[in-house]
């Protein structure tokens, strides 16, 4: 579906045309429609989907200039997210429409200079992180109440990192007939409950992704066992040219001691994370998108809230422990018809985390470094090989079979024997778990 068959303001088709935004992604020609009309929607949604735009085009077209008062608000977990959504609407707004007033209030900027300018005029649209965006409501400065729409934004997100509650209060100021749309990669039990309580009979979207990564990424796993993750970084760092490389880290302390670490071997080294202040991680962003950094060592809060333009790179020193976030961080790079590379590092503890990887479609080159190169490791099979050893040793049948073996005498073809008894003993098992799942689906 192209965009100019929308009725919407010529404001805003003018807008498309000139960012050359033509045909509609699958989120888009979903929700922009329903959304005009009013409905309130969940939306079920991977990052890089288009659906900024797909809440951004309806709520911009429903405001009015002439009513002076908020018409609508905008929450995002985070500083960065929420700044970038800012920046795509004041790119949809033009600078010939100043009638319509947005506002970003985010923490780590002038509260007391925000106050005083809300008491001369309220904006149309509040875009802006739950904290700030609260706290003006105390201060009795910025009045939501009018609201008639309001759009969560990463709702799953703003659960984990405990702003549902605060998301919660703004809501409940607004009216009883508040058109709601929450986005989120995945709906929790705790978002589901807070939905119940502000949506009747909402539609629900889901946008299952055609592809979990793209094709242009060069997808590579790293068995780290018994090697320096800190040097592999800056091996793999140093050993091509990246155009930007963001490389992602679990915790913030990890964050700061391999910054440190690539400090100390000449690397200039751009450090976010949630624990840099405010007015520092700005300036770092403007900064990185200003190409005066090569080499970013981040936490996930950037995976889901920084989209800088042209990764080449993506290193995971870890596996994030919530492995929704690894589509999260290796998406960054591959972008616009460009390619990537990505590189996991895998612990020995990691095997049934990317086995659940590549359960959901993610395909794996396992390689190693040496002297400079990558090479492929040729035995494809030996992750897999080396579960089913440890499943088979984890079996108390198979155990007491393997520890009489090694009791009895050695006796021609004892080991084709024990084999076979440990097939036949998995087969038995297997057979009584078919039975099992069959009487299951039976009481359903």
Known sequence: MNFKE???????????DRISFKKMTQVQEEVIPLA?????????????????????IPLLDQLDPDEQKVQ????????????????????????????IRISRFVGGTDKERQ??????????????????????????ALWVQTAKTMVVDEADMTFDLGFLAIVDDIASRMAENLQMMVFSATIPQQVAVFLNKYMTGPKEITIEPKQVLTDQVENYLIDIKGI??????????TMGQPYLAIVFCNTRSYADELSEFLKSKSLK????????????????????????????????????????????????????????FFVHRVGRTARNDLTGMAF???????????????????????VKYSKGELKKVDNRNRRSDRK?????????????????????????????????????????????????????????
């Open 72 to 99: 609508a608000v905008i929450t995002a977990p985070s500083r960065e997210l929420a700044n970038q959504i800012y920046e795509f609407a004041l790119e949809l707004v033009g600078e010939q429409n100043e009638s």
């Open 344 to 366: 996991t590092f895998m612990g020995p503890d990691d095997e049934d985390a990317i086995e659940s990887l590549e359960a959901k479609g993610i395909e794996f080159t396992e």
């Open 6 to 16: 929308l009725t919407i303001k010529p404001f805003i088709k003018q807008a498309l």
């Open 115 to 140: 106050i005083d300018k809300l008491a001369n005029q309220q904006p149309h649209l509040v875009i802006g992180t739950p904290g700030r965006i609260f706290d003006l409501m105390q201060a009795n």
């Open 228 to 237: 320096n993750r800190e040097e592999m970084v800056y091996n793999l760092l």
């Open 36 to 56: 005009l009309k009013g409905e309130s929607l969940i939306v079920k949604s991977q990052t890089g989907s288009g659906k900024t735009h797909a809440f951004l």
């Open 269 to 324: 080294i751009a450090t976010i994370h949630g624990g840099i202040p405010p007015r520092e991680r700005n300036r770092l962003m403007k900064q990185i998108r200003n190409l005066e950094f090569q080499y970013v060592v981040a936490s996930d809060l950037a995976a889901r809230g920084i989209d800088i333009p042209g990764i080449s790179h993506v290193i995971n020193t870890e596996l994030p422990k919530d492995l929704e």
């Open 388 to 444: 089913n050893t440890q499943e088979q040793v984890q079996d108390p049948k198979v155990k007491q079979l393997i520890n009489r073996a090694k009791k009895a005498k050695v006796k021609p073809g004892y080991k084709h024997k024990l084999k076979q008894e440990i097939k036949e003993h998995k087969r038995s098992v297997g057979r009584r778990k078919n039975k099992m799942r069959a009487r299951q689906e039976r009481k359903k």
